[in-house]
T-cell receptor, first 115, second 113 residues
Framework: EAGVTQSPTHLIKTRGQQATLRCSPISGHTSVYWYQQALGLGLQFLLWYDEGEERNRGNFPPRFSGRQFPNYSSELNVNALELEDSALYLC??????????????FGSGTRLTVV | AQSVTQLGSHVSVSEGALVLLRCNYSSSVPPYLFWYVQYPNQGLQLLLKYTSAATLVKGINGFEAEFKKSETSFHLTKPSAHMSDAAEYFCAVSRGSARQLTFGSGTQLTVLP
């Protein structure tokens, strides 16, 4: 079974530009989550998508946005990049059956560097 | 709001010694609890998860954790540390309709020869 795949693995952008990060969940998983792991700041929740809809959002400005496609893959877009956006961005997918939580699987991440 | 506290941002043990990484959660209802490990420049790998089926949870690589409701704790243990266990460990919780994981701040484990 293929795991969660993220692309690209590394991304270098200039301040003010836009970045697009992609995530493909495990087959059968309908929920996708995005996290930011910046140096010294731990793992911060960004966005949760399920069945094509944004279900929850962390404490991030609106320039962090995304979407989920009909095949459940997802994009994270970061507009007007700032130096402090440099971080490892992790995507995870999960399977819920009713309220039963069958766990979360993470991808290897995209390392975004803003210069 | 649910939260997770990991006591000790850095823990050092000798090879062969007991590993104990501490995690306490705050939740008004029984949560789902997880331990993940992260090796340098990699994503998160699931070690084990608590989903209310059993209070003692066994995971991969010889790790286990015990859910103690009275102490709101979910500490991670391993009887004998290996050099390959050196990594960062994260405790995480999810509960109810807030399906996203909330992570602790992480514990960097160093294994000394």
């Amino acid at each position: 079974e293929a795991g969660v795949t993220q692309s690209p693995t590394h991304l270098i952008k200039t301040r003010g530009q836009q970045a697009t990060l992609r995530c493909s969940p495990i087959s059968g998983h309908t929920s996708v989550y995005w996290y930011q792991q910046a140096l010294g700041l731990g793992l911060q929740f960004l966005l949760w998508y399920d069945e094509g809809e944004e279900r929850n959002r962390g404490n991030f400005p609106p320039r962090f946005s995304g979407r989920q496609f009909p095949n459940y893959s997802s994009e994270l877009n970061v507009n007007a990049l700032e130096l402090e956006d440099s971080a490892l961005y992790l995507c995870a997918s999960s399977l819920f059956i009713g309220e039963a939580n069958y766990g979360y699987t993470f991808g290897s991440g995209t390392r975004l560097t803003v210069v | 709001a649910q939260s997770v506290t990991q006591l000790g941002s850095h823990v050092s043990v000798s090879e062969g010694a007991l590993v104990l990484l501490r995690c306490n959660y705050s939740s008004s209802v029984p949560p789902y609890l997880f331990w993940y490990v992260q090796y340098p420049n990699q994503g998160l790998q699931l070690l084990l998860k608590y989903t209310s089926a059993a209070t003692l949870v066994k995971g991969i690589n010889g790790f286990e954790a015990e859910f103690k409701k009275s102490e709101t704790s979910f500490h991670l243990t391993k009887p004998s540390a290996h050099m390959s266990d050196a990594a960062e460990y994260f405790c995480a919780v999810s509960r109810g309709s807030a399906r996203q994981l909330t992570f602790g701040s992480g514990t960097q484990l160093t294994v000394l020869p």
